[in-house]
Every structure is written in structure tokens, then in C-alpha cells.
């Protein structure tokens, strides 16, 4: 992420000036020696845009030994009322012995940062229709996608290369281990991505994938290995964990608790989280686990995403043991809804486009450059336990990527939609083969 720095230029110093500057310096050097005292007192990922005497910290419920276990949260529930935010923050410990500095990545290059490069000899790494496990949702080519380029492009690092995909030596990583994806619809398009990268090989009767459900499992008998899906696209316990149901429109969250996911979750090997678009859609309902009378406090997205990430950071700080278990975390994966945004004085969106944005460093409206701050704050306190795989800026790139029109709509469209495509174009999820391919080779390059 760029770091901005701002130039100003110096104004003309007095003797009078300098007088009252020397005074102001000298007290404020006192007052600041005793708050940086405080602050040191509190690790900085908990002080968040508030004062440290007037937040509330609360530490998140891991074990569920509380008094009177909270209703679980479904469609169905309700706030009783609404009240203002409180001001409560989350209690967590990172990475407090070392001092909340990164870990040392053993490359000496920057994957995240390269080009895209036409390839079609190696890409596409598999073929859409031999693919069983394929979702409607992200099949372009078969709801009528004809121009097949966007599944050709492979992603070259500036100054090194990616490690080669080799399925088998895949599937050795995994053998006798779960890897599992936890998260929204991206993340679920990683995972049938994944699949259909591993699947070609493993003899039909040697293979299955259990219904969709709140966990859907792909198994490798011969490898006694699985790869995994969790819905959870809050990570902490919702009304919206309903992996087919969850179009609501009053998005409620416990932010304390990430119980509820964590029990199915806590016992993979290899786990590849992501959270992000869902907290972009309004106002979000916070319901406490010890709140008894249904009062829900109301926050904006992205500070409700600050609270939710708290208690998953916590879940990771007490219960991962590195030496035990691979966490991956991948940031936000970007949107293209505003063709302004790379073609100026246009006015349409992802629908009709053929080929990526070649201009470097490119970044949209669809990636919250507030939000990854928040994120890059707290997992840099993680660092010995969360690997972070950054996919936002190479994906920023891929406007063609995009199944627009060329998928399965759940709902029948309109005449009025059907007149003007790109009032309907999917800008948000990935063709398969496509972008997500390059998040599962950059995921095998660090396994």
C-alpha cells in the first residue's frame, strides 16, 4: 500500500514566534510523555479512532461459558430495539512478544506485484466443462460468454516467478490434512476454484462433495485429504450464516463471538479466511453476547468490520499454534461497477470489457483503501500466525474478469434489465478458469 506523504512549506519565523514556539514545545513534551505512556499501555490495534479512557473494551466469548448462552442468530431473529452505538471496543492480545513487528518473508521478490501476461500454452490450467463441481454462478463460457481470452492470462511478478502449479505435489501438501476456505461467495469461488484445479486427477469413485450446506466438503479418498467450504461471511456469528438464505434486509451480528463458525473451523490444518464486500452494504446491527432484553446497538460498516475482525484476531492470537496449523488471510477482492473509473466520460460498468487495465498501480472505488489500512493494522499484529496473500491490487486489473451477464440469475429478469445489460452485470464475482486461479497458485507458492 502507498504511503502518501504531504510537503509543506515553511512560513517565516519570528524572534516572538520562536519564544512562544520554545514554550509550546517544552509543555508539550511533558503532556506527551506521559500519553504515549498510556498508549504504550494498551496495544495500539485496540485504539481505535477513540481516546483510551473513554473506550470499553470487551473481551470475545471463545468458550461459551457463559451464564445463559445466547439465542442463536438465524434469519428469522430481530432486534427488540435499537440504540446508539456504545463505544465498545475488542479485546485482544496479537502478536505481543514480538513487539507487533512483521515477520520476515524468505522471498526476496514481491509476488503481489507484477503484470498480466497473455499466455495461452499453460493457461487455462483446466477446462470449464471438465469440471463437475463447476458453479453456474461463475461458468461464463457455458451462459454464453464466446470471447475465451479472459481465462489466458497468467500473472507474472516483476522480478522472479511464481512457482509453477503442479496438482500433484498439491495434493502431497495436503495429504491426510483439511484445508478449508472460510468466508463469502468470493472466497466460495476460490474454493470451487481449488477444487477444480486438484479434482482432474483423482479417479471418479475416489471422490465426492457432500450438498451444499453451512460446511461443504470435497473428499480424495486416495489422499484421505479435504478441501473444504465454511459460509461465514461476517466470520463472527450473524442472521446471514444461512449459506442459501441470507438476503435480509437488516443485517444483524454477534461482533464478540466467532464461536458458532470456530467449531467447525478449529480443526483444519490449512484454513484461507476472507471478510470484506458484505460489510460494505449499509449500517450493520451489533446484538452483544450478553445483551438479555434483544437491544442492538447500530454501527456503520467498517467499524463493525473493525469489532468482527477483533474477536477472529483473538481466535487466531490463543488458539493457533503455527507449528501446527497454516492461517492464511486474503484481502479484498475488487469490484469494477464505474467504467469512468479506467475510461473517463464513459458511463457503464465490467459488461463488454475484453482485456485488463495496463496501467500500473491502477486502484478503483471498489477497494476500501481505509478498510485494508484497518485490516494491514491488525494483521501485522498476527504476523507469526496469519499469512496474508495479497490479491486486491493484481485483481484491480482484471475488469474483464467478471461474468457480467454471462451466468445464472437466480431471480427472472426484467424486461427493462434485459434491454440494458450492463444494469444487471455481475462486476463483483470471477469466471472460472479466471482471477481466482492466480489466488490458489499464489496460496500453493507459499505452502
Not at 513487539?99 to 477446462?127: A, I, M, Q, T
Not at 463437475?132 to 497468467?154: F, N, V
Not at 450464516?241 to 478449529?266: F, G, K, M, Q, Y
Request: proline letters at 6%; hydrophobic letters at 35%; a neutral charge.
Amino acid at each position: 500500500m502507498q504511503r502518501w506523504k504531504w510537503n509543506r512549506k515553511k512560513p517565516p519565523i519570528f524572534p516572538l514566534l520562536v519564544l512562544v514556539l520554545l514554550f509550546f514545545i517544552a509543555f508539550s513534551t511533558l503532556h506527551s510523555e506521559h500519553t504515549i505512556q498510556r498508549i504504550h499501555e494498551i496495544p495500539d490495534h485496540v485504539l481505535n479512532h477513540q481516546e483510551v479512557s473513554s473506550a470499553t473494551f470487551v473481551k470475545p466469548n471463545l468458550s461459551g461459558h457463559l451464564k445463559q448462552a445466547p439465542e442463536v442468530l438465524d434469519r428469522f431473529s430481530r432486534c427488540n430495539s435499537t440504540v446508539e452505538y456504545s463505544g465498545k471496543k475488542i479485546a485482544w492480545r496479537g502478536d505481543s512478544w514480538q513487539s507487533g513487528r512483521r515477520r520476515v518473508r524468505p522471498e526476496s521478490c514481491d509476488v503481489f506485484s507484477g503484470k498480466w501476461v497473455f499466455d495461452n500454452v499453460s493457461h487455462p490450467l483446466y477446462n470449464e466443462s471438465d469440471c463437475p463441481y463447476m458453479s453456474d454462478q461463475l461458468a461464463c463460457h457455458k451462459h454464453g460468454r464466446s470471447d475465451l481470452g479472459y481465462q489466458y492470462w497468467r500473472w507474472q511478478p516483476h522480478n522472479c516467478n511464481l512457482k509453477r502449479w503442479n496438482v500433484k505435489e498439491m495434493w502431497e501438501k495436503l495429504r491426510d490434512k483439511r484445508l478449508m476456505f472460510v468466508g463469502d461467495s468470493l472466497n466460495r469461488g476460490q474454493w470451487i476454484s481449488m477444487v477444480c484445479l486438484l479434482q482432474s486427477v483423482i479417479p471418479a469413485d475416489k471422490r465426492s462433495m457432500s450438498p451444499n450446506a453451512h460446511l461443504t466438503i470435497f473428499r480424495a479418498e486416495d489422499y484421505n485429504a479435504t478441501v473444504e467450504f465454511l459460509w461465514a461471511p461476517l466470520l463472527v456469528e450473524s442472521n446471514s450464516d444461512d449459506p442459501v438464505n441470507h438476503r435480509l434486509d437488516e443485517r444483524i451480528i454477534r461482533p464478540d463471538t466467532v464461536l458458532r463458525h470456530a467449531s467447525l473451523w478449529e480443526n483444519a490444518d490449512i484454513l484461507v479466511f476472507n471478510t470484506y464486500l458484505w460489510w460494505r452494504q449499509g449500517p450493520v446491527k451489533l446484538l452483544w453476547t450478553t445483551e438479555e432484553n434483544g437491544a442492538c446497538e447500530e454501527l456503520d460498516g467498517r467499524g463493525a468490520m473493525d469489532l468482527a475482525m477483533g474477536a477472529w484476531a483473538e481466535w487466531v492470537s490463543s488458539k493457533v499454534d503455527p507449528l501446527k496449523k497454516r492461517v492464511f488471510f486474503v484481502t479484498m477482492s475488487p469490484t469494477h461497477l464505474w467504467s469512468r473509473e479506467w475510461k473517463p466520460e464513459s458511463e457503464g460498468n465490467c459488461y463488454g470489457e475484453k482485456d485488463p487495465i495496463y496501467n500500473e498501480g491502477y486502484w478503483g472505488s471498489g477497494s476500501d483503501l481505509p478498510t485494508m489500512s484497518t485490516v494491514e493494522k491488525i494483521l501485522s499484529n498476527l504476523s507469526s500466525k496469519v499469512s496474508v496473500i495479497n490479491i486486491t491490487q493484481l485483481s484491480e486489473y482484471r475488469k474483464d474478469g467478471h461474468p457480467s451477464i454471462f451466468r445464472k440469475f437466480w431471480e427472472p429478469l426484467r424486461p427493462e434489465q434485459l434491454s440494458n445489460p450492463s444494469s444487471y452485470s455481475d462486476c463483483i464475482h470471477w469466471c472460472l478458469p479466471g482471477v481466482p486461479d492466480v489466488w490458489n497458485e499464489l496460496l500453493f507458492h507459499f505452502l
